[in-house]
């Protein structure tokens, strides 16, 4: 299994600019999250899924946008960047049995 | 809201010393409690996790963590450090059913081994 697959690894935006950001889980996980990660600030919850068709906002979800048409996808838009979005962006899934598992990170940095 | 709190930001500890990483969350119901690890430029990894019964939790890597509901905290012990060991390490809490996808995480303490 491959587990949760996010992609790109990196990328650089310019202000004002839109771009996705891909998810993919291979466990049939029904919950599905992203968070950012700040220096000294932990994790921060975006937007989450309980399954596929639904979604809800997490913490910080002002600036980006998410869908949930599959189980296996959950992409997260970023409708027009801010250099405030420089970040790096963290996937995760669960089954709601155990911990969350997550992706490898993207890291973004908007100029 | 729900609310976790890791007072140490970064913690120094000698190659083969016990290690224990405060963490105390707010919740208002029985908490979902979680520790994570992240080495550098990684993910996050799960260390073990807190959902009812035995208090005392044993993880990877021969971590554990006890949950005390008086003192609404979750620490994380290791007996016996490894260099292994150094990374940071996060502490969530969370709650089940239609909001068990809301994690809330510390702010993370960084572990320093030295040898």
């Known amino acids: 299994n491959a587990g949760v697959t996010q992609t790109p690894k990196f990328q650089v935006l310019k202000t004002g600019q839109s771009m996705t950001l891909q998810c993919a889980q291979d466990m049939n996980h029904e919950y599905m999250s992203w968070y950012r990660q700040d220096p000294g600030m932990g994790l921060r919850l975006i937007h989450y899924s309980v399954g596929a068709g639904i979604t809800d906002q997490g913490e910080v979800p002002n600036g980006y946008n998410v869908s949930r048409s599959t189980t296996e996808d959950f992409p997260l838009r970023l409708l027009s960047a801010a250099p405030s979005q420089t970040s790096v962006y963290f996937c995760a899934s669960s089954s709601g049995q155990g911990g969350y598992t997550f992706g490898s990170g993207t890291r973004l940095t908007v100029v | 809201a729900q609310s976790v709190t890791q007072p140490d930001i970064h913690i120094t500890v000698s190659e083969g010393a016990s290690l224990e990483l405060r963490c105390n969350y707010s919740?208002?119901?029985?908490?979902?409690l979680f520790w994570y690890v992240q080495s550098p430029g990684q993910g996050l990894q799960l260390l073990l996790k807190?959902?009812?019964?035995?208090?005392l939790v044993q993880g990877i890597k021969g971590f554990e963590a006890e949950f005390k509901r008086s003192q609404s905290s979750f620490n994380l012990r290791k007996p016996s450090v490894h260099w292994s060991d150094a990374a940071e390490y996060f502490c969530?809490?969370?709650?089940?059913?239609?909001?068990?996808?809301?994690?809330?995480f510390g702010q993370g303490t960084i572990l320093t081994v030295h040898p």
């Open positions: 807190y959902f009812s019964g035995d208090t």
């Open positions: 969530a809490v969370g709650a089940g059913g239609t909001s068990y996808g809301k994690l809330t």
């Open positions: 919740y208002g119901a029985t908490p979902y």
